[in-house]
């Protein structure tokens, strides 16, 4: 597992690069003049797709959680690794430890939750599947593979 | 049957130990119930009127001998003795304690059970025909898919947090016996030049705003069938209503926007999922479906029929409950679960052991679950019915009333169920009760009673149907004529006023009556409904 250290409030990383301090914008002012910004913000039902023209120069996204009940945001960071982001994406609001697994499956690899999150429990989290039946975003080699080959 | 490889094994048994790290966290007080709470769910675990309730998932609806002997055990051990078998094809123990429920899911686990995402607003499990691989008329035994699908959705890192819970139905065959279209997904496989794909219906469903999914697409081959459906969850997933939990099942969104624009979405997307390799190999649905092959039958003569003749009840019986096979020699038993006053899906573990028994010695080792609430024995010869019969006579399980008016799919209702308006259990015992004398000559009458709007009885799909209202603080019943849940599918229409518990049986005796009298030669009821209409009904009932 990657370093957890983080070095803003409660703020967990999986990268090894810098963490990018430049405020995020919101979608519809970032769409309106991207100007040099390279941090943005996607509220929870806002379109991923509209930042894949940029995906390139961007290095920081942050997709709202705010509820942890609300799971538009996986499907948000799929579109984005789908379309080969490789900036950070973080995850930020109220986003659970048991939560934090899938998010990595989908392609978070940055945590800003509200509540701090437990760091042995997550850690028995990260560890617990040897195995996943799906492909995802994360690389893993899903079961049908190993099967087959 | 689908065995378990060390990968299956492995993820289960790592699940059954996150769940036990969540109880304890849940224990102590590190969880508050809120947070709890959808992780529970996705487990199968309900916070009832009384206790807790557990669910444990019956991938579409197919245990064997030992697994069903292991569901008598946990009824025994930690329930009252009984279990209730679900219209998901699951079964539920309604007094559990949350101490044992990590117990019960390390005992479950060794007979390749669990209860993952038998609720919660997740992919729930996957339903099927109940005589698959049995039936004659099927293009290829459907489960196989339904593997494919349990194993693609089982911890979907990115639709464990959908708008609602989500339901798919996969089948093979022209006669439904599963509702299909009331599913969230339908799939029904087919075969087209060759090769073997599904056709894809998508936003049916009950509840209180009931909708028969239209078809989406008429065909995606196999080798794309989890990418194209990855799409339909994603559009959903992002487009589904989350404001409102009344309005945010996936057949909203697709009412709301239309099925044309959902059908567009999900093509766009489909194009980009399809890029991204996420389907097995054929060599997946080849192993899995190796474990499916027919079972070693042997060459045995039909026995005619005429030869139940020396037993009048047990020749009710057959005629009733045994349906062809398309295997010659061998039939298809139905074990009602309903017998005439009793608590309808309602299993005792002696009589889930019984049942277990004649599955090792008469039917290859297979049950099956059905979505009405009863056991399907799929494999039995001919020439033991007579020996089933009377095993399941002796255990008070011969009820010979498939498909009649007391083969009732009734919930829990207020009985069990906090959002409950009203009874559902003991309405249900009054009406198989009154029938029960009259029922062979009523013929085929799906009789469906939920006990509130959330319509798990699936009220809007019974030939006749029955709500639970509240009706200024007392129970109170509304009657719908003329849905079917089979590939003839339709929605009940509500009759008129409502009805106390009485006026229910009595207004359903009046329905009974007139249908006797209008129905010409070899009508079901739903026959003569649909060929009359409401108004002689509406006349006979309120006069
Ligand atoms: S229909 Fe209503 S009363 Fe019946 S089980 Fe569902 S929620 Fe409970």
């Known amino acids: 597992m990657a370093d957890l250290a983080g070095d803003t409030d409660n703020l967990l990383r999986f990268r090894d690069d810098e963490v990018h301090d430049e405020p995020a914008m919101t979608l519809d002012s970032f769409v309106a003049d991207p100007g040099n910004a390279s941090a943005v913000r996607l509220e929870a039902g806002d379109d991923a797709r509209a930042l894949l023209p940029f995906i390139d120069r961007l290095m920081l996204v942050e997709v709202s959680f705010p509820s942890f009940r609300d799971g538009r945001g996986y499907s948000s960071a799929r579109i984005l690794r789908e379309a080969g982001y490789t900036g950070e994406l973080r995850a930020a609001g109220d986003v659970l430890v048991d939560q934090v697994s899938p998010m990595r499956r989908c392609g978070f690899d940055s945590f800003a939750p509200e509540q701090p999150i437990d760091q042995s429990v997550l850690r028995r989290s990260l560890d617990r599947y040897d195995d996943v039946y799906q492909k995802a975003a994360d690389g893993r080699v899903p079961v049908w593979q190993r099967r087959h080959g | 049957m689908y065995k378990y490889d060390e990968y299956d094994q492995s993820i289960v048994d790592a699940r059954v130990e996150e769940f036990r790290d969540q109880v304890q966290r849940r224990l102590a007080g590190q969880l508050t119930e809120d947070q709890f709470k959808p992780l529970r769910l996705m487990n199968g675990l309900y916070l009832q009127l009384h206790a807790y309730m557990l669910r444990v998932a019956v991938p579409y609806g197919t245990l064997n001998g030992r697994q069903m002997r292991l569901l008598a055990h946990i009824a025994r051990t930690y329930d009252r003795g009984y279990g209730h078998f679900t219209t998901r094809q699951n079964i539920q123990y309604n007094w559990i304690k949350l101490a044992d429920a990590p117990d019960i899911l390390a005992e479950l686990a060794k007979a390749e059970m669990h209860a993952i995402q038998t ?48 339901k798919i139905a996969v089948i093979a065959a022209d006669e439904d016996r599963a509702a299909m279209r009331l599913h969230d997904i339908g799939l029904q496989i087919t075969r087209r030049d060759g090769i073997l794909g599904a056709r894809v219906f998508v936003g049916g469903g009950m509840g209180r705003t009931p909708m028969i999914a239209p078809e989406i697409r008429d065909f995606v081959p196999a080798d794309q069938l989890l990418s194209y459906l990855e799409a339909a969850l994603r559009v959903y997933n992002r487009y589904g209503r989350r404001d409102n939990i009344y309005k945010a099942r996936i057949k909203i969104l697709v009412h709301e926007i239309g099925a044309d624009r959902y059908r567009d979405e999900v093509e ?33 003569p039909s026995v005619p029929h005429e030869l139940a003749a020396h037993d009048p009840d047990f020749a009710i019986w057959r005629t009733q409950n045994v349906s062809a096979h398309k295997q010659p020699g061998y039939a298809i038993v139905t074990v009602s679960l309903k ?45 033991d019915l007579y020996a089933v019969w009377q095993a399941l006579a ?90 079917s849940g089979a590939e003839d599918v339709s929605l009940g229409k509500i009759t008129g006023p409502g009805f106390d518990e009485d006026g229910i049986v ?27 209409g409401m108004q002689p009904f509406k006349e006979a009932i309120y006069g």
């Open chain 2, 119 to 166: 609720s919660g607003n997740c992919i729930r499990n996957i339903s099927s025909d109940q005589f698959a691989g049995a039936a004659a008329d099927e293009v290829t035994d459907p489960r196989p898919w339904a593997e494919l699908l349990r194993q693609w959705s089982t911890f979907h890192p990115e639709f464990t947090y959908l708008p609602r819970k989500f």
């Open chain 2, 268 to 300: 766009l997307e489909f194009a980009q999922v399809l890029t991204l390799g996420i389907d097995p190999p054929a060599a997946e649905l080849a192993r899995i479906s190796a474990m499916f092959a027919p079972p070693a039958f042997d060459a045995v």
């Open chain 2, 339 to 383: 017998p005439i006053g009793g608590i309808p899906g309602d299993a005792s573990a002696d009589q889930i052991n019984v049942m277990a028994d004649l599955a090792e010695r008469y039917s290859h080792d297979e049950l099956r679950v059905t979505h009405a609430q009863n056991i399907v024995l799929p494999h039995v010869r001919e020439a």
């Open chain 2, 506 to 532: 009595d207004a359903i005796e009046r329905v009974a009556d007139r249908y006797v009298a209008e129905r010409s030669e070899g009508e079901r009821f739903l026959d003569t409904y649909r060929r009359i």
């Open chain 2, 394 to 483: 002796d255990a008070g399980l011969a009820e010979a009333n498939l498909d009649l008016i007391s083969d009732i799919i009734a919930c829990p209702g207020l009985d069990y169920c906090s959002l409950a308006n009203a009874r559902s259990i003991p309405l249900a015992q009054k009406i198989a009760t009154r029938f029960a004398p009259r029922q062979q000559d009523l013929g085929e009458l799906k009789l469906k009673i939920s006990g509130c709007i959330n319509a798990c009885g699936h009220h809007h799909a019974g030939h006749i149907g029955i709500l639970g209202v509240d009706r200024k603080g007392t129970e109170n019943y509304q009657l719908l004529l003329g849905g």
